[in-house]
């Protein structure tokens, strides 16, 4: 299976043609493609915390969230800071309005909750959504290049365990973010991947020209979930990489951080 493009209600976004095939959720990758927002956040800005007017914001989630088919009044979010720490979410966690303060920092959300919609941002880091169809469980992670170094998919994928999901029944979309055509590094990127992989990184990791390397973090992540047991056929990959569509996505290296954010949501039915 792979990635597809949608337009409904004016709302550009991709999915994964694996989960949506699975049926019993709907997931989505936002784009900045059918929103509100003006200037820097043109135009569907989903980012809370990048100074765009909030009136904006909101009516840039629920035009989202419409054409996602996700509800909007049970969300959950949480500050990322690229560790990698998965959190349970309950009904304790949903968002009464989407600039109530985060109750907590972590980069992966995983509930068996039906109607709850699990949401987390990128605009280079890669957002990671899993689900399996059998046990009704689904999870989200935002994967920058320490996280992928941590094992933030994995985490995710042993989180999902203790709901009873087995890895072979797991579904994995690796959305949008940057690919390795545009993600140049000095050599602590690479380091850290072979500390954490060993020689299983290198195949990831190109030495270029003036002592920088460029890091294939989408195949990274990929290789960690089939590490934690996913099936290679159950893992679709974005080609889209952020850095070389600005007119599509925000990329926080291309804008030097003057930027929106895109947002993936999954929910169970």
Known sequence: MSFAETTKNGVTFTYSQGIAGAGGAVHAFSTRLG????????????????????????????????????????????????????????????????????????????????????????????????????????????????????????????????????????????GPGISKCCFETHEDVPNAMTQALGVCATPYIEPIEGGKFKVDLKGLNAMRLKRAGLLEEHIDISPDCTACHPEKYWSHRATQGRRGSQAAVIQLL
Not at 53 to 70: I, K, L, Q, T
Not at 98 to 103: C, I, K, R, S, T
């Open 35 to 174: 929103g509100v927002s003006s200037g820097i956040y043109a135009s569907l800005n989903l980012g809370s915390t990048r100074g765009d007017d909030p009136e904006h914001v909101r009516e840039n989630y629920r035009r989202f969230f419409r054409a996602a088919g996700a509800d909007l009044t049970r969300v959950a979010m949480s500050n990322q800071v690229h560790g990698d720490v998965v959190r349970p979410v309950t009904s304790a966690d949903w968002k009464r309005d989407l600039y109530d303060p985060e109750g907590y920092e972590v980069d992966g959300l995983v509930t068996d909750l039906p109607g709850v919609s699990l949401v987390i941002f990128g605009a280079d880091c890669l957002p990671i959504l899993l689900y399996d169809p059998v046990r009704r469980v689904a999870a989200a992670c935002h994967a920058g290049w320490r996280g992928t170094a941590l094992g933030i998919a994995q985490r995710a994928v042993e989180k999902m365990g203790f709901y009873g999901s087995l890895p072979e029944d797991i579904r994995a979309a690796i």
